[in-house]
C-alpha cells in the first residue's frame, strides 16, 4: 500500500504564509513525479506545482513568484512554500505522485493525498 499524507493547511490572513507538506508512506519501487492541485468550489480542479525526481519544477502562472515546490527524497516528502497568499488561493490542496510499485512492473500508479483545505480571508 501506499499513502500520502497531507498537512499544512489553515486559515491565514492576506499577504501570509503557509507551508503544505506530504508524505508518501508503504513500499514501492520509486516515487517519480510528484505536485500540488487545488480544487476550488465547483469541483475545479488546477494544477499548482509538480517537481519530477531529478528537481525539475513547473508552476502555474497564477502561483509564480509566490509558491515554491521542493523535495526531500530521503524523507519521501514534498512541500509548497506559499508567499503572499491572496483570497483566491483558496481551496482545498492535493498531493499527487506517480508511483513505480515494483522493479518488474513499469506501470506508474497515481495517488493522491486526501487534501488539506487553505483559505486565505481577512
Known amino acids: 500500500q501506499v499513502q500520502l499524507l497531507e498537512s499544512g493547511g489553515g486559515l491565514v490572513q492576506p499577504g501570509g504564509s503557509l507551508t503544505l507538506s506530504c508524505t508518501a508512506s508503504?513500499?514501492?519501487?520509486?516515487?517519480?513525479?510528484m505536485g500540488w492541485y487545488r480544487q476550488f468550489p465547483g469541483l475545479q480542479c488546477d494544477l499548482v506545482a509538480t517537481i519530477t525526481s531529478s528537481g525539475s519544477t513547473n508552476y502555474a502562472d497564477s502561483v509564480k513568484g509566490r509558491f515554491t515546490i521542493s523535495r526531500d527524497n530521503a524523507k519521501n516528502t514534498i512541500y509548497l512554500q506559499m508567499n503572499n497568499l491572496q483570497p483566491e488561493d483558496t481551496a482545498v490542496y492535493y498531493c499527487?505522485?506517480?508511483?513505480?510499485?515494483?522493479?518488474?512492473?513499469?506501470?506508474?500508479?497515481?495517488?493522491w493525498g486526501q487534501g488539506t483545505q487553505v483559505t486565505v480571508a481577512p
Open positions: 499527487k505522485a506517480e508511483i513505480r510499485r515494483s522493479s518488474w512492473n513499469r506501470i506508474q500508479n497515481t495517488y
Open positions: 508503504g513500499s514501492w519501487f520509486s516515487i517519480n513525479d
